[in-house]
């Protein structure tokens, strides 16, 4: 059996062999099926599926969505099981499907850790889980969790630094900024170190270079200047002020979910959880769980199906 997660970027595929991550942008066309196809050999064509790729504005609504990701990955393997907001499986398109990759997560991790708050930070979103109130959390949409702050729009990689900061000290001036899409937070955490050029896996503004050089560039164009004018420390300040605000608001909402739910137990997973779970003084899962904590609900959804025995529907 194989797990799949189907974000709106990324998809991420856990087997025996480890874990596998596609930059595979649903508004692009995406071609699901046939990148899952290579997995079916090794798979006895069983798959767990989750999802939060339907909410991709190339979709008229999350149902339509939900419908495209059910039947791509149903062209591969036609047995394919879908994780819901209700912790159960279903075979075919249901609203409960919509955005569940989380939940998948907070069940596997639950038992293993009772009453810790997840957080598990990748390319686009910040997830918070808190995992001693697992009923509490069936049903929860994106919008519900938008609003008891378990979910945050900022992420690794994607977010465009004008969804950051609305301005920046520019050598002691301050500065508004751009809202153009000139720049990302990987540009930032690459150029701050947080993140490797083979870690930047989502496609830049410009469609051009992952490297340093080419992310300053970006950056300097946040405050409509080219590198040269600003210098590279004037760039590198846009990076470190938008890392800042950046983890502000990730640890402040984090350590109010544990207030309010008296955890002493923060776990961080994804792709930021060497840096977050510094931050936060919490267990970094990547070194608990290994490579797999980078696509956890991919795991976590495999896992979960292996020891389910409710009945299909």
Same mark, same amino acid.
């Given at each position: ?104 997560? $907070?069940?596997?991790?639950?038992? %293993?850790?009772?009453? /810790?708050? +997840?957080?598990? #930070? !990748?390319?686009?979103? =910040?997830?918070? &889980? ?84 080419? $992310?300053?560039?970006?950056?300097? %164009?946040?405050?409509? /200047?080219? +590198?040269?004018? #600003? !210098?590279?420390?004037? =760039?590198?300040? &846009? ?75």
């Amino acid at each position: 059996m194989i797990g799949i997660d189907v974000g709106g970027a990324n998809l991420k595929v856990v087997d025996e062999a480890g874990i596998h991550i596609h930059y595979c942008p649903l508004w692009e066309k995406a071609p699901i099926a046939d990148t899952l196809k290579p997995y079916v050999k090794h798979s006895e064509n069983s798959a767990a599926v989750v999802m939060s790729g339907e909410l991709a504005d190339c979709f008229e609504n999350k149902l339509q969505g939900i419908s495209f990701i059910v039947g791509e990955v149903q062209k591969a393997f036609p047995g394919a099981r879908f994780y819901g907001t209700d912790a159960r499986f279903h075979e075919r398109p249901v609203p409960q499907l919509a955005a569940a990759n989380w939940l998948a997560s $907070a069940d596997y991790l639950r038992e %293993r850790y009772p009453g /810790a708050i +997840l957080l598990d #930070i !990748g390319s686009t979103t =910040a997830d918070i &889980i808190p995992l001693g109130n697992f009923e509490g959390l069936l049903g929860l949409t994106d919008l519900n969790r938008l609003q008891k702050g378990f979910l945050l729009y900022t992420g690794m990689l994607r977010t465009n630094i004008a969804a950051i900061l609305q301005s920046v000290d520019s050598n002691g001036i301050h500065t508004p900024i751009s809202s153009e899409y000139f720049a990302t937070s990987a540009d930032a955490h690459l150029v701050l170190g947080h993140i490797t050029p083979d870690e930047y896996t989502c496609d830049t503004p410009d469609h051009k270079e992952k490297t340093r050089t080419a $992310a300053l560039r970006r950056l300097a %164009r946040v405050v409509c /200047a080219d +590198l040269d004018e #600003i !210098g590279e420390e004037g =760039a590198m300040q &846009i990076a470190r002020q938008a890392h800042e605000r950046q983890k502000t608001a990730v640890c402040d909402a984090v350590r109010a979910c544990a207030r309010c739910h008296d955890s002493q137990e923060i776990l961080v997973a994804g792709i930021g959880a060497k840096l977050f779970s510094r931050e936060l003084g919490g267990r970094d899962l990547n070194r608990e769980l290994g490579p797999v904590a980078d696509a956890l609900p991919a795991f976590a959804v495999r896992e979960r199906a292996l020891r389910d025995k409710t009945p299909r529907n």
